[in-house]
């Protein structure tokens, strides 16, 4: 639907003014936008989008705000992403997490790091925000023992074993690698 262009209210003196002065890259372009439409180089918001290199779109929306609210509507825009600063946790909850990933208990998983923070401070985290927290933000990991085969030797099992091998004369073969003939094959040897 056609919707004629806005009146610009202030004069074009002041808006080159303006313009001219301005150092912040996302007010300048609308400034231009408004001192092209005064000074009458520009009569459509497809003409005015393809001399500032934007979407008609976006023109239409900074002209929409103009017209409703002002200039200094206009001017101001939100930054993107969170308030600088921004913590996700509480900064006491932030501090006694720390105490807490300071101890040698800790927290087992992220899971139970979760259930602490509902059951402590009535907080829902998500995984993904939590792991940045810890991870990036405090430096520290979450860790437990991992489950391991029954079958596996510890590292002080393989230690004592590597060195029997050795006293005794025998080359023990490396784990994993089945022993080779002089071919290079892999097949049984028999043993003498």
């Known amino acids: 639907m056609y919707q004629p262009l806005p009146l610009i209210r202030e004069?074009?003196?002041?808006?080159?003014?303006r313009l001219h002065s301005e150092r912040d890259p996302k007010r300048k372009p609308r400034l231009h936008l408004l001192v092209l439409?005064?000074?009458g180089q520009v009569t459509s918001r497809g003409q005015a989008a393809a001399h500032l290199a934007l979407h008609r779109n976006t023109?239409?929306?900074?002209?929409?705000?103009?017209?409703?609210?002002?200039l200094e509507a206009l001017l101001t825009y939100q930054e993107a992403g969170a308030p600088a600063g921004q913590k996700t946790l509480p900064p006491a909850v932030f501090e006694q997490l720390q105490a807490r990933l300071a101890t040698s208990s800790g927290f087992a998983s992220s899971m139970e790091l979760q259930q602490w923070l509902r059951e402590e401070f009535g907080l829902e985290v998500?995984?993904?925000t939590l792991h940045g927290i810890v991870r990036y933000q405090l430096q520290a990991k979450l860790k437990r023992p991992r489950p391991s085969h029954a079958k596996k030797k510890s590292p002080r099992q393989l230690t004592l074993s590597n060195s029997a091998h050795a006293a005794s004369g025998r080359a023990r073969p490396s784990a994993g690698r089945r022993p080779t003939n002089r071919c290079g094959s892999a097949a049984r040897m028999k043993r003498a």
Request: proline content about 4%; glycine content about 4%; overall charge positive.
């Open 126 to 128: 998500p995984y993904t």
């Open 11 to 17: 004069d074009l003196d002041t808006l080159q003014a």
């Open 37 to 39: 439409l005064k000074s």
């Open 59 to 70: 023109v239409a929306a900074w002209l929409r705000r103009y017209c409703c609210s002002g």
